[in-house]
């Protein structure tokens, strides 16, 4: 579990974004939270060298959606890498089970099935406080890191290697 920001990265560690397209898809459900998550993710892309007019974004109506929508985003524009941005908050019955499973399920089958890295951006907290920590808050921004861990992906689809490798 975080307990401190993770939010804050080196640009001179991170491949330069200006060539690359980004689609963003982004849950309606929670949108305190999606839309802070989705500022966070257009931010970090801009400062890492994107362009406004390559950054795509889309709205879905909750989390489950997240999948078609990153599918159709795949399919119907030429992106380097998609940030599936949603948020679902445990409540009393099974459902949060049930949605989280099927997103996590549904972005690991996209990512096997198209040459489109798809990033996990979905928030799935025990109570909103958590959300609101994780979304712009003590803990930052995970549409930060998403957007992060999209310009890595892009690098690596693009030139099949990734730019650095982790000395152990």
Same mark, same amino acid.
């Given at each position: 579990?975080?307990?401190?920001?993770?939010?804050?990265?080196?640009?001179?560690?991170?491949?330069?974004?200006?060539?690359?397209?980004?689609?963003?898809?982004?849950?309606?459900?929670?949108?305190?939270?999606?839309?802070?998550?989705?500022?966070?993710?257009?931010?970090?892309?801009?400062?890492?060298?994107?362009?406004?007019?390559?950054? @795509?974004?889309? /709205? &879905? #109506?909750?989390? !489950?959606?997240?999948?078609?929508?990153?599918? %159709?985003?795949?399919?119907?524009?030429?992106?380097?890498?998609?940030?599936?941005?949603?948020?679902?908050?445990?409540?009393?019955?099974?459902?949060?089970?049930?949605?989280?499973?099927?997103?996590?399920?549904?972005?690991?089958?996209?990512? @096997?099935?198209? /040459? &489109? #890295?798809?990033? !996990?951006?979905?928030?799935?907290?025990?109570? %909103?406080?958590?959300?609101?920590?994780?979304?712009?808050?003590?803990?930052?921004?995970?549409?930060?890191?998403?957007?992060?861990?999209?310009?890595?992906?892009?690098?690596?689809?693009?030139?099949?290697?990734?730019?650095?490798?982790?000395?152990?």
């Amino acid at each position: 579990m975080a307990t401190t920001n993770l939010s804050y990265y080196d640009k001179a560690t991170i491949p330069n974004a200006k060539s690359f397209r980004f689609g963003i898809v982004v849950s309606e459900w929670n949108p305190e939270i999606t839309k802070n998550l989705h500022k966070g993710a257009i931010e970090a892309l801009l400062d890492c060298g994107a362009t406004k007019e390559n950054i @795509i974004s889309w /709205d &879905v #109506p909750g989390s !489950f959606e997240l999948v078609f929508g990153c599918k %159709k985003m795949i399919e119907s524009q030429q992106v380097d890498a998609v940030i599936a941005i949603g948020n679902v908050i445990q409540g009393e019955t099974k459902h949060f089970d049930f949605v989280c499973e099927g997103v996590t399920q549904g972005i690991v089958d996209l990512n @096997i099935k198209y /040459d &489109v #890295p798809v990033i !996990f951006c979905v928030l799935t907290d025990n109570t %909103k406080q958590q959300s609101l920590d994780r979304s712009g808050g003590k803990l930052g921004n995970k549409g930060i890191e998403c957007a992060v861990a999209a310009v890595k992906m892009a690098a690596i689809k693009s030139t099949g290697t990734a730019t650095s490798e982790i000395g152990f």
